[in-house]
């Protein structure tokens, strides 16, 4: 794996600024065309940038990430009024490369990032060795996207979008607009990437939501299909059968889920 030659390297990074924006749109806007002597991590945190590079035009979003290499010149421009970033800048000869657009579906990256910075607001003793070790855990991170299909950020945007809206009647077309691309190029382009369908993933996402509130809530089944959006509940339960081999009542009842189960709050 990436990572484990990463670490197994024991390559040093050397972490020059930790930035914060709120409301760049206001402070410049749009910026001309140009690069750095060092790598930049943009995390977006609310709001959205238009990025010109390598021949592409960008459009980052909250929960996005953008990577420019060293010596990569682009262009960006704010294109909403109350974006907020945290961007890294660091020296390192790193051989990997990472993709210009990642999406952080777990936001575990957003949070390392306000971390890092809330370092460097507070005084913190030992903040620059802090700020270092926290940006490696955010390389790490990304290094694991990297390796996974969740790094394309039409996929991580997509279910992040599934989640969002899990109790609405979604259809192709409305997951295709997320990303805005017609339904029959996404559904194309999402199985050629993932090797199965949209609606078969927002199914499974459903069928996995339903199954841990039926693990931690005594909702009734109508309730329960309701709230991960399925029609009615006798379509939800013969799903979730077909799924689990057992029917809802009877996963709700068998304990031995329970035992190895996990809930996060």
Known sequence: MKIERYLEEKKTIKLIDVTYSC?????WGELKR???????????????VCVEILGKNIRASSGDILFYHEGV??????????????????EEKIKIRFPVLTHDTSRKICFLAKLAYEREQAGYPYKQLLQENIFKVIIIEL????????????IGKVKSFMIDNLS???TLENLASCVNMSKYHFLRKYRNITGRTPMEDLRNIRLETAKNIL???SLPLKAVSSKVGFSNATIFSKLFKKYFRLS?????????WKKNTVFLK
């Not at 409301?23 to 402070?27: A, E, F, R, T, V």
């Not at 140009?34 to 959205?48: A, R, W």
């Open 23 to 27: 409301n760049p749109y206001s402070d």
């Open 34 to 48: 140009h690069y750095h002597f060092f790598h930049e991590l943009v995390i977006v945190l609310k709001g959205s």
């Open 73 to 90: 010149p682009h262009k960006e421009q704010y294109a909403h009024k109350n974006t907020e970033i945290i961007a890294f800048a660091w």
């Open 143 to 154: 290094m694991k996207i990297s390796e996974s299909e969740e790094n394309h950020p039409i």
């Open 168 to 170: 609405k009647p979604l």
């Open 215 to 217: 693990l931690t809530t």
């Open 248 to 256: 809802p009542g009877h996963f709700r009842k068998n304990k031995s």
